[in-house]
């Protein structure tokens, strides 16, 4: 495996308050990347950063709806916090993921996997807020800069192939 430095650098400069500034121009970048390369990588993959390209049906239009999130990996499976980059609101891919318990994924370039979806309560969140915010730091500034909304938190689990037929039939 090769050393790179991004990851490192990518952490610390995502520290400073003035970057949460910076989402108009990173979120279009995002797509533009994902739509230019089928989906294989979008800004935090250059950045050496974990990212997740998260499938839900939408709670209220019933379709199908796509973002691409920093994650954080844990085992086999991702936790996924609902910073919205600090704004005061929750953002809407945490309300769809919410209102469901399957997803679809696509982690490191792979094909789409379907996901169990489990939001993230009580003690728990605790322990997993701090796992969180020890593998990006960034977090913390977004929860101050968000006036203190307790961020929602999900875990994504791999479904088996068996179990996931009904997912890719809805996901999609």
């Not at 970048?29 to 950045?47: F, I, M, N, P, Y």
């Not at 919410?98 to 996901?115: H, I, M």
């Not at 322990?127 to 969180?132: E, F, L």
């Not at 101050?144 to 890719?168: M, T, V, Y």
Request: contains cysteine; positive net charge.
């Amino acid at each position: 495996m090769v050393w790179n430095p991004l990851p490192g650098f990518a952490r610390v400069f995502a520290s400073q308050p003035w970057v949460m500034r910076g989402a108009g121009v990173v979120l279009p970048t995002e797509r533009l990347l994902r739509k230019l390369s089928g989906g294989r990588w979008g800004v935090l993959d250059l950045a050496g950063l974990p990212s997740i390209e998260i499938t839900v049906v939408g709670r209220k239009s019933g379709q199908p709806r796509t973002t691409s999130l920093l994650c954080v990996p844990d085992g086999d499976g991702f936790y996924l916090v609902g910073s919205n980059w600090g704004k005061p609101e929750h953002p809407a891919w945490s309300a769809n993921l919410r209102a469901s318990r399957t997803a679809s994924a696509r982690f490191d370039g792979s094909s789409a996997f379907p996901v169990s979806v489990v939001e993230i309560t009580g003690v728990e969140r605790k322990r997993v807020w701090d796992q969180a915010v020890e593998f990006w730091p960034g977090y913390e500034m977004e929860f101050q800069r968000s006036g203190g909304r307790e961020f929602r938190i999900f875990r994504l689990d791999r479904i088996a192939l068996s179990e996931g037929i009904d997912c890719e039939i809805r996901c999609h």
